[in-house]
């Protein structure tokens, strides 16, 4: 009988683990914006294993390890106008960025990772004295998920992302109080999440999360930005259409 291949936490610290992220990552992220080497070297960077294979990856980083990403989007000036907002230094935020999660790990497993990452970002912004954690994502699906585990915005609306506009979501909370908030949604997004699909599903009349139109129900409108958010629901909206700064020219891998 076979053994079962172990999962497992690495650190990303060679440029081999660093080749298998950033391929992981422009092949499940979702996200036009490269990641460079640079920032992986710099940044602590983490990969989630199966076996050999890497199933899962995130950043964390610091202005004092590499620019922050969130910020590379933006003319400098814009971005230090969306920290001034909200009365934010930059020297205070821990950021957790180029996330990707292989979308064939079960619900227990994407529980595991996203528990780990939790902990890992409260542990490194607790020993490098960070009062804040940003995250970020340009994949409207995601947005809802992240605005609920960081309920603070920073910036939701549109940006210029290598010479296309899209929609951007920038969330932020402290660091204190930050673990009980979000393992309270990972475990409703993963675990009731489940147990709806695997049970509710049983259910006649189909799910209860997707019942079967009957009569003249209308057609369920597409949600885009606009419609998923209120402007009651975010502290800002806005556009800057100057943000088309460029990553720096680190080598990209092939």
Known sequence: MSRPVPYYFDRADTRTKQKLYVSGYRKFAGNSIPLTTGYTNKA???????????VGAFCLNTIEQHELRYSIVWPRRDWEYIL????????SILEVSATWIDPKLSPKRRLIFYAEMLTETVKQARLMNKEYILVGSIVEKLMPFMGAVLPGSLYDGFCDINNERQWVGLYIARTDGLVLRAANKIIQRFVLGWLRNRF???RKGGSPDKPSPT????????????????????????SFSQATRKLDSDELYA
């Open 44 to 54: 602590n960077s983490f990969i989630y294993n199966r076996g050999r294979d890497v």
């Open 84 to 91: 001034e907002r909200k009365s934010i230094a930059e020297e």
């Open 200 to 202: 509710g599903s049983n």
């Open 215 to 238: 009569g003249n129900s209308p057609k369920p409108k597409s949600i885009g930005p606009k419609s998923r958010f209120s402007a009651s629901k975010r502290n800002h909206r806005g």
